[in-house]
């Protein structure tokens, strides 16, 4: 894992207002995990016609 604080990171705080201060490895994480659910969002996209399609066959099967 790559650590995201360097000596200009650590000279940059000390000499600027915290609130300024932006925590990249936090918006990574915060990417990654945005990341992760738009993938599990697009493959439910992909499979969940075709889920309602094997439902709908299955209980009109059940039905006759």
Known sequence: MVSFQTRKTKEW???HDS???IDYK???V???RDT???SLLK????SAPM???QLQR???MCKH
């Open 43 to 46: 493959s439910f996209m992909e």
């Open 26 to 28: 936090l918006l990574s």
């Open 30 to 32: 915060h990417e990654d």
């Open 51 to 53: 889920a309602v399609l």
């Open 58 to 60: 299955r209980l009109n």
């Open 13 to 15: 705080k000390e000499n």
């Open 19 to 21: 609130s300024e201060y």
């Open 36 to 38: 992760a659910l738009l």
